[in-house]
C-alpha cells in the first residue's frame, strides 16, 4: 500500500515503513535506546531525503521515549534538577545544530555532513562499547572494587551544584557541556542521543544507573522536541505522515524487544548494541568510500 | 425496411418544397471547414492524496486526414512547472565521494513527457525541432555556476530514471484519424499547472497547434499538512511533536505486554 508523504514529495509503502518502524522499535526495547541511530540511516537508505529523514527522525524518537519517560517519572528515577541542567545546555546545542543544518543544507553537504557524524559518532561509540562490555564479561567472576563514583578533575570545576538524587555535588559546567554536545549531534543526525548520553552520565558524571536512564529520556524528549520544532521552522523538513508511520510499527515493536531485552544479560547486551552500532557505522562508511553508482545528483535549489 | 420508409416519407415533402424552391429554404451548409486538429485531455485535474501513486495524462483526438508517415502526424509535449535546480558532481576528496562543483538551472520544466506518431526528427527540419523544442536536448536550460555540457546531461538522464521527463512515449493511432497518448506522471511530480501541446504536422510543417492544460493539486490530508507546515511552520513544529508524543504514549498503553 503506497502512501504519500507531504513533506518528503514522494510515495513510499507504507508497510515497509511501518517494518522499519517494528524492526527498529523492536531493537530499541531490546537495548533499551531511542533507536534514532537506526531509523535515519535505513530512512535514507529507502531513498527519503536526508533532511527529511533528520527532523521526521528526532520526532519519532520524542514519540518513541514519551512513554519511557513517564514510565520512569512514576517510579522517581528522573532527577529533575540534573535534567533541567542537561536541557539548557541540550537546547543551546539543539539551537546551533540546527543552524549549522541549515548552513550545511545551503552548501549543498547535507548528505556528506550526516554520513560522516554517523561514522564517527557511531563508530567511537560502538567501539568503546564492546571494548566495555567485552571487558566485563573477561572480567567477570574476579571481585571488584566498588566505589560510590569516582572524581575527575572536571567535577571540581566551579559553580558547583548539589545534585540529591544523583547523590552528586558537581560543577555544573560538565552536564551542560554533555547537554550541548548531545543537542548539537541531536539536530545534526536526528538521533535522541541516549546511546551516548548514558554512557556520558555514568562514566563522566558518575551518575547513579538506577537515575541514569529517567534523566536521558527526559533530556532526550526536551530536546527532540526542540529540535523538531527548530527544523520544523527553520528547514521545514519534518513529515509528520512518516514520523506516525514510523511510531505505529514502532510502538508494537519496543514491547515485543523490551520483553525479550529482559532475558538477557546487561554486558551480552551492551556488546551486541555495540556491534549493532558499529556494523551501521561501517555501512555508511562503506557508502562514502566506493565509487557512487550516480557521479551526479541533483535537488532544489536551497 | 426503414429505409424505404424514409424515402417514402420524403417524397412527398420534397414534392411540396420543389415549386417554391428557394436558397433560403435550404438548410445553409455550414461554411466553416472541419478543424485539422481536434485534441483534448481526459481529465483537467489530477489530484495528489495521500495514497498518490502516480498517475497519467491522457491526450486524445482526432486529425482531419489520415495518420500515416508522410501524411497527417501528431505530436503532444507537455511540460510542468519550471523550477531551480542544483546539479552537484560527486568527486573524491581523501578517499571520500563528495559532493563538489555545482551548476545551477533556474527554469528546469519539472515535467516534460512528449509523445509523436513518428520521431520527430523523422517528421520535422532540426530548425523547426529547435524552435519548439521538440526534444528533451532542445530544452532551454541556461546554466549558472559550473561549466560543462556533464551537468546538463547528468540532469536529463537524472530526470529521465525518476520518469519525470520522458520522450518517446508511446502515440497510439486508431481507425486512421484517431490518436491517443498516455503522459506517466511519477508520484514525485511537482504541483502546479500543466501545459499540453498538441501539433499537427503536414509536410514537414507544423499546420495546427492546440493548448490545452490541467492541473495536478494536492487534496485531502496531504495539501492540508503541506500547507499548514509552509504556512505556519509554528503551529505544525508544535502539532508534530504533540501528536508524535500523543501516539508514543498511545501505543504503549495500547500495547502495555503483562
Redesign the interface.
Given at each position: 500500500m503506497q502512501v504519500y508523504l507531504p513533506i518528503a514529495e514522494m510515495s513510499v509503502d507504507a508497510l515497509l515503513l511501518l517494518g522499519i518502524g517494528f524492526g527498529v522499535g523492536w531493537l530499541s526495547g531490546l537495548f533499551g535506546v531511542g533507536g534514532g541511530f537506526l531509523l535515519t540511516p535505513l530512512l535514507i537508505l529507502i531513498g527519503i531525503p536526508s533532511a527529511v529523514a533528520v527532523g521526521s527522525g528526532a520526532n519519532q524518537t520524542l514519540g518513541a521515549s514519551v512513554s519511557g519517560l513517564i514510565a520512569q517519572w512514576r517510579r522517581g528515577n528522573v532527577d529533575l534538577r540534573m535534567g533541567l541542567v542537561l536541557l539548557v545546555g541540550g537546547f543551546a546545542g539543539s539551537l546551533v545544530g540546527v543552524q549549522l543544518f541549515a548552513w550545511l543544507r545551503r552548501a549543498g553537504q547535507v548528505d556528506l555532513a550526516v554520513a560522516v557524524f554517523y561514522v564517527v559518532v557511531l563508530g567511537t561509540v560502538g567501539a568503546l562499547m564492546v571494548r566495555e562490555s567485552v571487558g566485563a564479561i573477561l572480567r567477570r567472576g574476579k571481585g571488584r572494587k566498588t566505589r560510590l563514583h569516582e572524581h575527575f578533575w572536571i567535577h571540581g570545576l566551579p559553580l558547583k551544584m548539589r545534585f540529591r538524587k544523583s547523590r552528586l555535588y558537581i560543577s555544573v559546567i560538565p552536564p551542560l557541556a554533555i547537554g550541548f554536545a548531545i543537542g548539537l549531534l541531536s539536530a545534526v543526525m536526528g538521533v535522541g542521543g541516549g546511546f551516548m548520553l548514558v554512557p556520558a552520565m555514568i562514566y563522566l558524571l558518575g551518575m547513579p544507573t538506577s537515575v541514569v536512564i529517567g534523566t536521558s529520556l527526559f533530556q532526550v524528549v526536551f530536546v527532540t522536541a526542540n529540535v523538531t520544532f527548530l527544523q520544523a521552522i527553520q528547514v521545514g523538513s519534518v513529515d509528520v505522515v512518516l514520523t506516525l508511520l514510523l511510531l505505529a510499527g514502532g510502538v508494537v515493536g519496543a514491547q515485543f524487544g523490551a520483553a525479550m531485552g529482559g532475558k538477557l544479560r546487561g554486558e551480552e547486551t551492551r556488546a551486541l548494541l555495540g556491534a549493532l552500532v558499529l556494523s551501521v557505522a561501517a555501512a555508511l562508511l562503506w557508502d562514502l568510500l566506493s565509487v557512487p553508482d550516480q557521479l551526479f545528483v541533483i535537488g532544489p535549489v536551497p | 425496411m426503414t429505409g424505404r420508409r424514409l424515402v417514402l416519407l420524403l417524397v412527398p415533402l420534397l414534392l411540396l418544397g420543389l415549386p417554391g424552391l428557394a436558397p433560403a429554404q435550404v438548410p445553409p451548409v455550414a461554411p466553416v471547414a472541419p478543424p485539422s486538429l481536434a485534441a483534448e485531455l481526459s481529465t483537467r485535474r489530477i489530484e495528489?492524496?495521500?495514497?498518490?501513486?502516480?498517475g497519467e495524462i491522457l491526450v486524445f483526438g482526432a486529425t482531419e486526414r489520415l495518420i500515416h508517415a508522410g501524411g497527417d502526424e501528431v505530436v503532444v509535449l507537455a511540460t510542468g512547472p519550471n523550477?531551480?535546480?542544483?546539479?552537484?558532481?560527486?568527486v573524491q576528496v581523501l578517499?571520500?565521494?563528495?559532493?563538489g562543483p555545482?551548476a545551477?538551472f533556474n527554469n528546469v520544466p519539472s515535467y516534460w513527457a512528449m509523445a509523436s506518431t513518428r520521431p520527430p526528427p523523422e517528421m520535422l527540419a532540426d530548425v523547426e525541432r529547435t524552435e519548439l523544442r521538440l526534444g528533451v536536448d532542445l530544452i532551454s536550460l541556461p546554466q549558472l555556476g559550473a561549466r560543462g555540457p556533464?551537468?546538463r546531461d547528468?540532469?536529463r538522464?537524472?530526470?529521465r530514471a525518476d520518469g519525470l521527463w520522458a520522450d518517446a512515449v508511446p502515440m497510439e493511432v486508431s481507425g486512421g484519424r484517431l490518436f491517443h497518448a498516455r503522459l506517466p506522471v511519477p508520484?514525485?511530480v511537482?504541483t502546479g499547472e500543466y501545459r499540453v501541446q498538441v501539433l499537427l504536422v503536414r509536410a514537414g510543417r507544423v499546420v495546427a497547434r492546440q493548448e490545452l492544460s490541467l492541473d495536478i493539486v494536492?487534496v485531502g490530508?496531504?495539501?492540508r499538512?503541506?500547507d499548514v507546515?509552509?504556512d505556519m511552520?509554528?503551529l505544525?513544529?508544535?502539532?508534530?511533536?504533540l501528536?508524535?508524543?500523543f501516539?508514543?504514549?498511545?501505543?504503549?498503553?495500547?500495547?502495555?505486554?503483562?
Open positions: - | 495528489v492524496t495521500t495514497a498518490f501513486a502516480g523550477a531551480a535546480i542544483v546539479v552537484r558532481e560527486k578517499g571520500l565521494w563528495i559532493n555545482a545551477r556533464q551537468f547528468a540532469l538522464d537524472l530526470k508520484s514525485t511537482a494536492r490530508t496531504a495539501a499538512i503541506a507546515a509552509r511552520p509554528m505544525y513544529g508544535i502539532a508534530c511533536i501528536l508524535a508524543a501516539a508514543g504514549w498511545l501505543g504503549s498503553v495500547l500495547f502495555r505486554r503483562g
